[in-house]
């Protein structure tokens, strides 16, 4: 069975940075690419980022291209996202996702969220 568990979420001030966790068990972390979305009160869902667990290509919403990284370390079956430069505006509850293949497209496996409030 597929699991993911995010971490790492809080209040953080403008300008400040926060590391996200999301600890995966269930699969095979090479086959698989891992996806971090925020969803806002009142606004859609959105994909922030995507790693590969194949090749560890990665892809970003331009919303975030430069401020955040996302890494994986398969040997913790765990992948981060490092948030810096972080805005009002990046506040919202944070999922990570995971998807058979190489993109995080499709039908995929959630985790419960973690909060993440940016204070101006």
């Known amino acids: 069975e597929v699991q993911l568990v995010e971490s790492g979420g809080g209040l953080v001030q403008a300008g400040g940075s926060l590391r996200l966790s999301c600890a995966a068990s269930?699969?095979?972390?090479?086959?698989?690419?891992i996806g971090w979305f925020r969803q806002a009160p009142g606004k859609e869902r959105e994909r922030v980022s995507c790693?590969?667990?194949?090749?560890?290509?990665?892809r970003y919403a331009n919303s975030v291209k430069g401020r955040f990284i996302i890494s994986s370390d398969n040997a913790k079956n765990t992948v981060y996202l490092q948030m810096n430069s972080l805005k009002p505006e990046d506040t919202a509850v944070y999922y990570c996702a995971a998807y058979q293949g190489r993109l995080c497209i499709g039908f995929g496996s959630w985790g419960q969220g973690t909060q993440v409030t940016v204070s101006s």
């Open positions: 269930g699969f095979t972390f090479d086959d698989y690419a």
């Open positions: 790693i590969s667990g194949s090749d560890d290509s990665t």
